[in-house]
């Protein structure tokens, strides 16, 4: 069964570093997201992307915040200067398309540890 | 904009029994989907149940069922025969019809009493 996976699955790094969180969607799919959950906290739409450009972003995805699909498969998001409330899970997710009861297909999450 | 609002934070259920989780939400939109995710301790999200807003016939996925009350904006879920592998956060969640954005809830812990 294809899956949304993500890459690496836990991630440590010093405040102020570069990060980047790579994820690889279904195949077929067309529309991509990004989600963070705070330990213990909701989970919170960062952004939305389709064909090849964001179609909206939160309030929390600010000028730190960048989306790429590099090479048709991977979907990356960066974080340029990691803040310590940057420390959170990051969900990678895709749909095929927005028709019907589709549903998003999540990855397992990469947990950023911003010490 | 859409809100969804779980107000039970934790819930504890006996193995075998049944556990009913609230999740009540808001919008504008009059045809729409609801969704309540499982998040097990691995953290990976997984749909458990789906519901279309203009079917009047509650959803139901083996153990699982949901209780619909559009009028109210109201989408519990029902837990019957509880397991031990049913313990997990679950999220009620809503898509944005236009670009199936997801609006979440803050979740519930489900605990399953041996």
């Known amino acids: 069964e294809p899956e949304v996976t993500q890459t690496p699955s836990h991630q440590v790094t010093q405040m102020g570093q570069e990060v980047i969180l790579r994820c690889v969607p279904i195949?077929?799919?067309?529309?991509f997201y990004w989600y963070r959950q705070i330990l213990g906290q909701k989970v919170e739409f960062l952004v939305s992307f389709y064909n090849n450009e964001i179609s909206e972003k939160s309030e929390i995805f600010d000028d730190q915040f960048s989306v790429e699909r590099p090479d048709g498969s991977n979907f990356t998001l960066k974080i340029r200067s990691t803040k310590l409330e940057d420390s959170a899970m990051y969900f990678c997710?895709?749909?095929?398309?927005?028709?019907?009861?589709?549903?998003?297909?999540f990855g397992p999450g990469t947990r950023l540890t911003v010490l | 904009a859409q809100t969804v609002t779980q107000s039970q934070p934790e819930m504890s259920v006996q193995e075998a029994e049944t556990v009913t989780l609230s999740c009540t939400y808001d919008?504008?939109?009059?045809?729409?989907?609801l969704f309540w995710y499982k998040q097990p301790p691995s953290r990976q999200m997984i749909l458990v149940i789906r519901q279309e807003a203009y079917k009047q016939q509650n959803a139901t996925e083996n153990r699982f069922s949901v209780n619909f009350q559009k009028a109210a904006k109201s989408f519990s879920l029902k837990i019957s025969d509880s397991q031990l592998g049913d313990a997990a956060m679950y999220f009620c969640?809503?898509?944005?019809?236009?670009?199936?954005?997801?609006?979440f809830g803050a979740g519930t812990t489900v605990t399953v009493r041996a």
């Open positions: 969640a809503l898509p944005r019809s236009n670009d199936y954005k997801l609006s």
């Open positions: 919008t504008s939109e009059s045809d729409y989907y």
């Open positions: 195949s077929n799919h067309l529309y």
């Open positions: 997710a895709s749909i095929a398309g927005l028709a019907g009861a589709n549903e998003q297909f």
